[in-house]
Nanobody, 125 residues
Framework: QMQLVESGGGLVQAGVSLRLSCVAS????????MGWFRRAPGMGREFVAT????????FYADSVKGRFTISRDNAENTVILQMNSLKPDDTALYYC??????????????????WGQGTQVTVSS
C-alpha cells in the first residue's frame, strides 16, 4: 500500500529556512510527478510547487517563486521542498502528493492521486 509521509515542519521566525521532506513507501517516487500543496487556517488548498518525473521540469506558485525549491533525492525515495526567506503568510499545513498519469509537472490538486497527512509550518513575525 502506497503511503506518503511528510516531515520537517516546525515553528520558526520570519526570514529563516525550513526543509520539508516527503518519503514514500510502496512506490518509487522517481516514476511519478510530485507536488507540494498547503492549506492555511480557514483557507482552501493552495498549490505550492511541482516536479516532473525526471526532475527536469519544475513549476512554482507566484507566492513562493524564488524562495522555495522542489527537488528529488531518488536514492532516498524522497521529494524535498527547500523553503527560504519564510514569511508569516507561509504558515500552513504542507502536503506532498503523487500524480500517477502525468509525465510533466502538474499544478492541479484534483489531478493528484495520493496525499500525505501533512506537516505544519508556522512562521512568526
Amino acid at each position: 500500500q502506497m503511503q506518503l509521509v511528510e516531515s520537517g515542519g516546525g515553528l520558526v521566525q520570519a526570514g529563516v529556512s525550513l526543509r520539508l521532506s516527503c518519503v514514500a513507501s510502496g512506490r518509487t517516487l522517481s516514476a511519478y510527478t510530485m507536488g507540494w500543496f498547503r492549506r492555511a487556517p480557514g483557507m482552501g488548498r493552495e498549490f505550492v510547487a511541482t516536479i516532473s518525473r525526471t526532475g527536469g521540469s519544475t513549476f512554482y506558485a507566484d507566492s513562493v517563486k524564488g524562495r522555495f525549491t522542489i527537488s528529488r533525492d531518488n536514492a532516498e525515495n524522497t521529494v524535498i521542498l527547500q523553503m527560504n526567506s519564510l514569511k508569516p503568510d507561509d504558515t500552513a499545513l504542507y502536503y506532498c502528493a503523487l500524480e500517477e498519469v502525468s509525465s510533466i509537472y502538474c499544478e492541479l490538486g484534483d489531478e493528484y492521486d495520493y496525499w500525505g497527512q501533512g506537516t505544519q509550518v508556522t512562521v512568526s513575525s
